[in-house]
């Protein structure tokens, strides 16, 4: 089982890891079921990385081991404010995961729909003062 973690931990999150092992018939020590806290336990005492964790400033890079982007690097990417993201989430023009109310969204983008929704970059225009 712990092997399994291992190779499950380099693309999904915690959630996923413990539904896979859910789905696939293991069964934590005390029974029931896996939830991603006891998956997040597991990681821990056997120093598993996880890639794609939770909590995007656990993520440096903005881009989980799945290829999902945080909203803010997506915002970043299309050249649009964090809002918009959270907009065309909400409208399905995205797709993304929100684990909680609330919580980080993980934004799924291919690079077609990167070409196909980046907004121009706004020119700031400076005031020219004459000498």
């Keep these: 089982m712990i092997d399994r ?9 915690d959630e996923q890891i413990a539904a896979v092992l859910n789905q696939e ?3 934590p020590s005390l ?35 799945d290829g999902r982007y945080s909203a803010r690097t997506a915002a970043d990417l299309l050249n649009v404010n964090v809002s918009t993201i959270r907009t065309w989430c909400e409208t399905g023009l995205l797709d993304s995961l929100q684990l909680k109310p609330h919580g980080p969204r993980w934004i799924l983008l291919t690079p077609e729909m ?3 929704l980046r907004k121009p970059l706004h020119q700031r225009w400076q005031k020219h003062i004459p000498k």
């Design 114 to 116: 990167i070409t196909r």
């Design 31 to 65: 029974g029931k079921t896996f939830t991603a806290r006891k998956v997040h336990w597991i990681r821990y005492a056997y120093q598993i990385v996880s890639s794609c964790p939770s909590a995007p400033g656990v993520c440096p890079s903005g881009q989980r081991g």
């Design 25 to 27: 018939g293991f069964v």
């Design 5 to 13: 973690v291992r190779s499950l931990a380099t693309n999904l999150s």
